[in-house]
């Protein structure tokens, strides 16, 4: 499948290779394609691996992702084009975390609303999926790399776009008992809320290398 | 132990009604002693439970519970007096969420601050532990209603009144393994923003009966 990754940071490059490893063809792109982030990462990964501007990378893909910044997250997209973006699965993984005042971050949109929902409204033809917000990267593309059962959220108002995404994720190797689907975009509220709650644990634990399970009755 | 209980709802009726069981001597407090759930709390569970204002409650404990709306926690503590407060261990259950727009609620103070921060600059002697507030009342005093490992967090600066709190919680059937300290009472913030995480399962779920599991690595 072909993937466009919209941000060169952290979460962009996990989720870039493993796509590539997995077999998908993929543009990393950024504001400017001259990027060495970028083209340091398309370097050595094949012909699958491509580095270009954020319009590269979302008219490239038939899936694109958002792994930007969330506070940079708008106008990166505005910059990928709500045409490139239209029909498309745009799978947000982004946190709106605000680092201005220092740690703990704050959330520079919540409560009342949510990036994700945002994001649907700038790009109403766009099928925004909300997913993997709630973990560190590496767990995001490595669900193994935490032992046993935890699980991965994702909400959206498009049901074929969150099978679609359910599918990437069972290729990261997600169990679909581990995937759930908490509902409508507005769910990205919830979703994204939850990483202050993350930040919170990663101070008490030393470490981005948990996740959590919902166990129910 | 003689424990106050402030706030007659689902939660401090939960509270009250588990320590009572435990053997503890519990006064339910509201804002009038005369209010009907807090007596018929009290009715039936003998000598150990008793009705009375926010102030006897909170006179009456060696420990007090904030068991109100966290919307109108500060006034009801204001209300138990802040000398009956003093030196004591305040375990603050409550999540600031206001309903006024609806389903799903939005939390009147979040993001910056928090609650339990809230409440430990109010009343600075007093011994904050932000803790329970993460689940269901069923859930908080029977841990065992959801089945196998699933957690449960409390922030606060006093090291001594956390090991307090972490006695009870074991008394109502917390496991030690599952008390996780997420540190001082700042990290309130993650733990109240997360209740907007668990009104999303909720509704997802469409039950109260589940709680988290933090798995690490």
Redesign the interface.
Known sequence: MRVGVVGTGTVGQAIGGRLVELGHEVVLGSRDSANPRAVDWAAGRGDRARAGTFADAAEHGEIVVNATAGVASLAALEAAGAGNLAGKVLVDVANPLDFS?GF?P??SV???DSLGEQIQRAFPAARVVKALNTMNANVMVHPA??????DVFM?GDDAEAKRTVAGLLGEFGWPAESI????GI??A???E??I??????M???G?P?????????
């Open positions: 005042r703990p704050t959330l919540s409560n009342t790399a935490v032992p046993g059962d935890h909400a759930v689907d908490v509902g507005a769910g509220r919830g979703l809320a939850y202050l709650f993350w930040v919170t644990l101070g008490a634990f470490t290398a948990f996740n959590v399970k919902a166990v129910r009755a």
